[in-house]
């Protein structure tokens, strides 16, 4: 129990630290965690990559769920997070430190090939146009024909970023959780299809 608390306090010194690169002052919620598992399907995924795992909530509820035979690589650039994710005890985890615009050379640095699903916490709200656009094309390049990706967020401009790239999202919300977050998704076999 002290470990989640230890992670609480973490997460709130380094979102006052890091504003741009935090996207929200708390960790998700299970419910948040419960939506995001479903929108990705991460039961079903053979590889998955989450972009910005922050503390580790959100990784240690897609273990729960993912196949004994996958892999999960959380992609993290603050090192205070990083070692707390590295803490997790999981041979399908590989925790990187490394920012999100490599995530291709950093997929291939560990022989790994397309993921089923991309996740995504990283503030796309906070960063430039530039930035944001160069992280999702690399995440649309990278996945898998019938890959996914999912961001969660509660500002709604990473929809307006990945438009031109990934088409239109499906988004829900969920309530409950501090703040209340939208979770967008997209299919890569979809875009294929409208295009």
């Known amino acids: ?37 479903t929108a990705a399907d991460i039961a079903s995924a053979d590889l998955v990559i989450e972009l910005g795992p922050g503390t580790g909530g959100m990784t240690r509820a897609m273990l729960e769920v993912l196949r004994p035979d996958a892999r999960l690589l959380s992609i993290e650039i603050n090192p205070h997070f990083h070692e707390q994710v590295s803490a997790i005890d999981d041979a399908r985890l590989i925790a990187h430190l490394g920012s999100a615009t490599d995530i291709g050379a950093i997929a291939a640095s560990h022989g790994l090939g397309a993921p089923h699903a991309v996740v995504s916490g990283i503030p796309f709200s906070t960063m430039s146009r530039t930035l944001g656009t160069q992280i999702i094309a690399e995440v649309a390049g990278l996945l898998a024909d019938s890959g996914r990706f999912v961001a969660y967020q509660f500002n709604p401009r990473v929809a307006s970023l990945a438009r031109p790239i990934l088409g239109v999202p499906e988004v829900g919300t969920e309530l409950v959780n501090i703040p209340p977050m939208r979770v967008f ?8 299809q409208v295009a």
């Open 1 to 37: 129990m002290p470990k989640r608390a230890n992670g609480h306090l973490l997460f709130l010194q380094q979102f006052l630290r890091h504003p741009q690169q935090i996207g929200s002052i708390i960790q998700s919620s299970a419910f948040l965690e419960r939506r995001v598992i």
């Open 185 to 192: 998704r997209w299919d890569k076999s979809a875009r294929h």
